[in-house]
């Protein structure tokens, strides 16, 4: 069993647990409770009425953050040429082929995403057993294999996440930084609800959204009220 420590339970003493707070409040409490030595990263999660183990239950997508997510994002692009420099030029910070591909065999993990041109694929595809449990495999269906890498790696570094559910139903990614206004903050996560939302299947059934909560890395979770969410 977890075992927290002191400054977590103290944190979770200036929370009132039978309170749903509205977002902005949410968000304030999560700033002040912020109060490790390395700025925290705000956290959101969902529990979704859906069940993933059905093909059209899967909720799976991306969405651009208004404001990024305050992280240095490391993009490989899997490109020939001319195409690998397009990359480069647009900011990536590793692109080519076989080199990279070696790299991942000999354990290389320096990066948190990757995309690829779909001329590519069937080298890449040779990895997905060591890409696709980090959750680093590229995908026609959020935007990470394509011929426009320029779009792609912009999007990415601008803060563009994906984010995909769980097999118990529950969906997360880091929205920010805690040191964020939060004003951008609330913008960010109504982004994340409206997009999750967006995404529901037409087959699920009941309440979609059971729950949500947001947290800062090292901090105790807040209860989000629904109804302060709007989507855009």
């Known amino acids: 069993m977890r075992t927290r420590g002191k400054r977590y339970k103290t944190l979770l003493k200036n929370l009132d647990s039978t309170k749903s707070y509205t977002l902005e409040e949410a968000i304030d409490n999560e700033k002040k409770n912020a109060?490790?030595?390395?700025?925290?990263?705000?956290?959101?999660?969902?529990?979704?009425?859906?069940?993933?183990?059905?093909?059209?239950?899967?909720?799976?997508?991306?969405?651009?953050?208004?404001?990024?997510?305050?992280?240095?994002?490391?993009?490989l692009v899997f490109a020939k040429a001319p195409k690998d420099k397009e990359a480069l030029d647009a900011g990536a910070d590793f692109a080519g082929l076989e080199e990279y591909v070696e790299k991942i065999k000999s354990g290389w993990s320096d990066i948190d995403v990757i995309v690829a041109t779909p001329d590519v694929m069937g080298e890449v595809g040779k990895l997905g057993r060591i890409l696709g449990p980090r959750g680093l495999m590229p995908n026609p269906k959020v935007g990470t294999v394509t011929f426009d890498v320029t779009k792609a790696v912009t999007e990415l570094k601008a803060g563009k996440i994906e984010f995909r559910v769980d097999k118990a139903g529950n969906i997360a990614a880091a929205v920010?930084?805690?040191?964020?206004?939060?004003?951008?903050?609330?913008?960010?996560?109504?982004?994340?609800?409206?997009?999750?939302?967006?995404?529901?299947?037409?087959?699920?059934?009941?309440?979609?959204?059971?729950?949500?909560?947001?947290?800062?890395?090292?901090?105790?979770?807040?209860?989000?009220?629904?109804?302060?969410?709007?989507?855009?």
Request: proline share 4%.
């Open 35 to 75: 109060t490790a030595k390395f700025d925290e990263s705000c956290e959101i999660s969902m529990k979704l009425g859906v069940d993933p183990r059905k093909a059209d239950q899967m909720v799976r997508g991306t969405v651009s953050l208004p404001n990024g997510t305050g992280k240095k994002v490391r993009i």
């Open 176 to 232: 920010g930084k805690c040191s964020f206004e939060t004003g951008k903050l609330k913008e960010n996560v109504n982004s994340f609800y409206s997009s999750i939302v967006k995404a529901k299947p037409l087959t699920a059934k009941g309440k979609y959204v059971r729950s949500i909560h947001i947290s800062s890395s090292m901090g105790p979770s807040i209860v989000i009220a629904e109804q302060s969410f709007k989507v855009d």
